[in-house]
């Protein structure tokens, strides 16, 4: 897989679930933790993400309303 189609992949269960863990990403991708944090780093400076302690979650404008 490459990092585009983890970023993207990201972002999809960011939408469905609102935030995730380091851990639980990696876990999910096969990949160390460090590969993630680089991952979020990117999507952090895009402005699509934003870090919490140990996670990610989407940032509250990204959200749908019902």
């Known amino acids: 897989m490459t990092q585009a189609d ?3 992949e990201i972002l ?3 939408q469905t679930r ?3 863990g380091i851990g ?3 876990q999910r991708f096969a990949v ?3 590969t ?3 991952d979020v780093r990117r999507l ?3 402005g699509r993400v934003y870090k919490v302690h140990g996670g990610v979650r989407l940032p509250d404008h990204m959200f ?3």
Request: hydrophobic letters at 35%; glycine letters at 12%; one cysteine or more.
């Open 24 to 26: 639980e990403l990696a």
């Open 12 to 14: 999809d269960l960011l």
């Open 32 to 34: 160390s933790e460090e």
């Open 44 to 46: 952090e400076k895009g």
């Open 6 to 8: 983890r970023l993207a």
């Open 64 to 66: 749908e309303a019902p």
């Open 18 to 20: 609102g935030g995730c």
């Open 36 to 38: 993630i944090r680089r």
